[in-house]
């Protein structure tokens, strides 16, 4: 099995689709995920298991269109990267993203994907 970080988006932000981490983790659990562990209240998870999802055929060069000259981005196997200086608010890059890999996005900073990768490195 494979280690995973899942980054769930519209969970307990702003107080709305309240889900306990606990039930989260039960109910990766009950799909088939193991060492199921949450990281902070916003639906950020690290377990194992044998499945995974990839864009299968992302729009690189409309990607690629969506980005100033001061963006850069990388799409390395089932993650995209973005590094928008500018301002992730204000990215064209960022609002067109998921359309351009078809596939459905969420986005979390530098410090919690620091923290997350502490937690595979843990193991």
């Known amino acids: 099995m494979q280690t995973w970080i899942a980054l769930l988006r519209g969970i307990n932000v702003g107080g709305r689709n ?5 039930a989260l983790a039960t109910t990766l659990e009950s799909a088939g995920c193991r060492s199921v562990r949450t990281y902070i209240q916003s639906g ?3 377990f194992t298991s044998s499945s995974r999802s990839k864009p299968k ?15 850069r981005f ?8 973005l590094h ?15 359309r351009k ?5 969420t ?8 923290n997350l990768s502490e937690m595979l490195d843990a193991d």
């Open 101 to 105: 890999l078809g596939v459905p996005l």
């Open 57 to 71: 055929s992302p729009d690189i060069n409309g990607i690629t269109k969506l980005a100033i000259s001061s963006e």
């Open 18 to 22: 309240t889900m306990p981490m606990a």
């Open 74 to 81: 990388q799409l390395i196997d089932c993650v995209f990267y």
């Open 44 to 46: 950020n998870v690290v």
């Open 107 to 114: 986005a979390r900073n530098y410090t919690t994907i620091h």
């Open 84 to 98: 928008a200086p500018d301002g992730f608010g204000r990215s064209k890059l960022a609002a067109g993203a998921e």
